[in-house]
């Protein structure tokens, strides 16, 4: 999305013109008096907002379709899409400078979980069949299967499509998302922090997405927890894109530093660290075909 787009819908979500379109189908001189904007400002919204696919024009008066359901619908994060989590990041990103001189990033807004879980549900089918492929790969026949922070679920439910049985860990806000729409999925649900304890007994431990979201320590930790979970033998797989590396990973740093307090993107070097002291061995990086991202591989010894 153009960031003149989305620094408009972020805008028209601000001054309530989106909720008030989406609720009550109006003219510009009624929006424009309902939310307190110009009616020139209204006008140029609504019309750009018709343009990009969001609203409809009949006669007079603008509406929603259904390509705007998911800037307000937060029921079912599978139609909410990923424009609300892009606007919900935007909005951290004004406020950037201020997160540079305090350390901390504003607090999150009302719908962060719902939009965040709905933007993760949009990854393209071809990155997840790629990434599960090549945890597979590093132990093929493993039969229980451990994601970490797993979110919306897309990759367990691959994972669970190929045969494997799958746990699923995250947030308890993230739970409790996935136990209204994974009921249905084979999948175990179980809420808790990832670097504080994991569930045992894995033979693959799969982690996409989560790294560059933590700081240095609380990712020794997560290596940690990640080797116990494991039995001897098991396999650490962990999804990222490594500086260095991956195209667009140091401004992939830069957004972390607008999102989370301690988040960044990191060297092999450090992936070799945290998973050397954590007890790993033949620790591996690969590249993963059709994407920009790497997969960071580890053994738990068997002996």
Not at 106 to 132: D, H, I, K, L, Y
Not at 218 to 240: D, H, Q, S, Y
């Amino acid at each position: 999305m153009d960031y003149r787009e989305l620094c408009l819908l972020w805008a028209a979500r601000e001054t309530g013109i989106i909720e008030t379109v989406m609720f009550d189908a109006g003219t510009v001189e009624e929006i424009a008096q309902e939310t307190g904007v110009t009616e020139r400002a209204a006008r140029i919204t609504l019309e750009a907002m018709v343009e990009m696919g969001f609203l409809k024009r009949l006669g007079t008066e603008y509406e929603a379709t259904n390509r705007a359901l998911g800037l307000f619908a937060k029921t079912d994060v599978r139609s909410i899409g990923s424009v609300p989590h892009q606007m919900d990041c935007l909005a951290r990103w004004f406020e950037l400078p201020e997160t540079m001189r305090t350390g901390s990033p504003p607090e999150t807004s009302e719908n962060w979980t719902q939009n965040f879980m709905g933007a993760m549900a949009t990854v393209n089918e071809t990155t997840v069949r790629s990434c599960v492929t090549e945890a597979i790969h590093e132990y093929p026949d493993a039969n229980r299967v451990l994601d970490i922070g797993g979110g919306p679920g897309v990759f367990a439910k691959e994972f669970t499509r190929r045969g494997f049985e799958v746990t699923l860990i995250d947030q308890p806000d993230v739970i409790d998302i996935d136990s209204r729409f994974l009921e249905r999925e084979p999948i175990e649900l179980v809420s808790g922090d990832v670097t504080d304890s994991l569930p045992v007994g894995f033979d693959l431990a799969f982690c996409s997405r989560v790294v560059h979201a933590l700081g240095p320590d609380e990712n020794r930790n997560l290596l940690e927890n990640a080797f116990g979970a494991l039995e001897p033998g098991g396999v650490a797989v962990f999804i990222n894109q490594l500086r260095g590396r991956a195209e667009g990973a140091a401004v992939m740093g830069a957004h972390m530093l607008a999102q989370t307090e301690h988040g960044d993107t990191y060297a092999a070097n450090q992936f070799e660290d945290w998973f050397a002291d954590a007890g790993f061995v033949n620790f591996d990086i690969r590249d993963i075909p059709g994407t920009n991202q790497q997969a960071i591989v580890g053994h738990r010894p068997r002996n």
